[in-house]
């Protein structure tokens, strides 16, 4: 096992820990957050003592205490009221950071895992994960941890005090502790097991409630709701009933440490009461600053009992943010900024699923700059999965994919920066996700910095020009969840003209006609067919309307055989090109 491996299995088994690293840009604050708590305990702390004695002096001397122990003990409750305001300001400033670290961890993994080939991803879990999961950590890194660990340092300052007092002071308030963690932490075992089934019943939940919502239009024309209704209703049953199990153990498990906290003030008074020299009315005092002590301890333990949840929950995260890179990518990268459309040349590349299902067997390419080329094929031919493969989503098992200039300047695809990649390639696929709000929005998803006028054109080239009384906000009209409000014809040509927004050396066009009428798609191909000699598209469909408007075509069974030689062509007609064929 190599270092990296066991690095990975180490921060698995520890998944609390594990994510530690993830928040290195937020250590100095937790720390500093631990720092400032541990002295909000300590001014406690000073503040039981001090009152109590103050109390016991006036109650068995009759006395006044002195100015000082006034003094010390108002300015321990401003210390205490300014602590606990800033402690509050810091968990909370932390607790966004760790939110937006996790989330920034979980989404950079994302994009490296979720495109790979496991069937075991689901959307609804991963949502779960990012939403559910993060927001329960967020507090946990930002404030419990500091708590714990000042907790500790609390416990052996004042088990060195009370040391100080009197050695048997000290045993009887260690042996006290030692009870109550040790007959508090049985409990430890069955709530890590119902916290455990208590979360995957939480992301099965969720994993269901999305399945459902986005099968709402299947349920309703099938008349599935009753069946739908219990199926939800049995989900939650499941859910609260072990929430249920968990409070009670929780609930029993907090009637315990009462019992062991006040056992320990009992055992403590005693070894007070039977210390040589120490004056009666410091006892009530000593007991007082034992409870301040024991109160951090309690918390902590309390933590323990829950911290199952947590947990599986930063199991999760980490499984995400560590999620294996599907794309392989060398170690140095080419600059590669080249001017006009660019070629591709695939060279052998086979591609298989999990579990060893071949998806692409090894297929021979090579699409010139500027082509056109329409690629056909039967149902689960792989056509799509080569088209992930150009796109670089997935990457090849066997073989390679190259980018060429017209000069012939030839480099790997993955040994090009990614961000400069994204901008040079593109797909647009049949199924490609219209997001919630206006079209501007869902524009700028390939453009950031796109403005009202540059996404007005692009749209207006994909053959979608805004007509004020479809879109009488322009491009500012809502176009609804998943763009309910479109035609299928608006969300292909949409979809085209975020692509066109980057201005791509090579367009890739998965089935983006599949499911038009002939007008629609006739719009749709003048659109890319005014892309020719500017832009190298390839176009994957079954419509033979739509491999009829292709400079070239191929049908993807031919490209399994390797070629012996490769001969270079030129085209004649309006937009000539260069073809490589088999010689």
Known sequence: MNQNQYDADRRQSHPLWGLVPQLAGQWPAMAWTGLVGLANNLALVFLAVTGSYVVSLALFRQEAAAPFWWMAGAAAVLLRAVLTWHEMDLSHSIAYRVLAALRI?????????????????????????????????????????????????????????????GPSLAVCFVVGCAALVLLTL???????????????????????????????????????????????????????????????????????????????????????????????????????GALTLVAPLMEAVAVLTQLQPHRASARRVLQGITMVEENTVPAHQIPFSPAGPLGVRVNGASFSY???????????????????????????????????????????????????????????????????????????????????????????????????????????????????????????????????????????????ARALLLRPRVLILDETTASLDAATEGILLDAVAALSGETTVITISHRESTLARCDRRVDLESLHTAPQAMAITRSSGQHPFYRYETI
Request: hydrophobic share 45%; aromatic share 6%; charged share 20%.
């Open 186 to 288: 049985p409990w430890l075992r069955r709530s890590a097991a119902l916290g455990q089934e208590l979360q995957r019943a939480k992301a099965e939940l969720s994993a269901l409630a999305v399945d459902l919502l986005s099968g709402s239009r299947e349920i309703l024309g099938f008349g599935l709701q009753n069946q739908v209704q219990l199926q939800l209703a049995d989900a939650t049953r499941t859910v609260t009933g072990l929430e249920r199990s968990l409070k009670v153990r929780e609930a029993a498990a907090s009637s315990l440490r009462e019992v062991c906290s006040l056992g320990i003030l009992v055992v403590v008074f005693l070894a007070a009461w039977n210390q040589p020299g120490l004056e009666l009315v410091w006892i009530p005092a000593l007991i007082a």
């Open 354 to 496: 999990a579990g060893g299902v071949s998806a692409l067997d090894s297929t021979w390419l090579s699409v010139t700059p500027g082509e056109h080329l329409g690629i056909a094929g039967r149902s689960g031919a792989g056509k799509s999965t080569l088209a992930r493969l150009l796109a670089r989503l997935w990457a090849p098992e066997a073989g390679t994919i190259e980018l060429f200039t017209a000069d012939g300047e030839s480099v790997d695809a993955w040994a090009v920066d990614k961000g400069v990649f994204r901008t040079l390639v593109t797909l647009v696929e049949q199924d490609t996700t219209i997001f919630h709000g206006s079209l501007l929005q869902n524009m700028q998803l390939a453009m950031p910095a796109a403005s009202e006028e540059q996404a007005a054109a692009a749209l207006e080239q994909a053959g979608l020009p805004l007509d004020p009384e479809r879109w009488p906000s322009g491009v500012h009209t809502v176009v609804g969840e998943d763009g309910t409000r479109l035609s299928g014809g608006e969300r292909a040509r949409i979809a085209l």
């Open 105 to 165: 961890g979980l989404f950079d993994g994302f994009s490296r895992g979720v495109p790979a080939r496991r069937p075991g991803q689901h959307t609804g879990r991963l949502a779960a994960t990012a939403m559910g999961d993060v927001e329960k950590l967020e507090f946990f890194y930002a404030h419990t941890l500091a708590q714990l660990a000042g907790a500790a340092v609390l416990l052996l300052g004042g088990t060195a005090a009370l040391y100080r007092i």
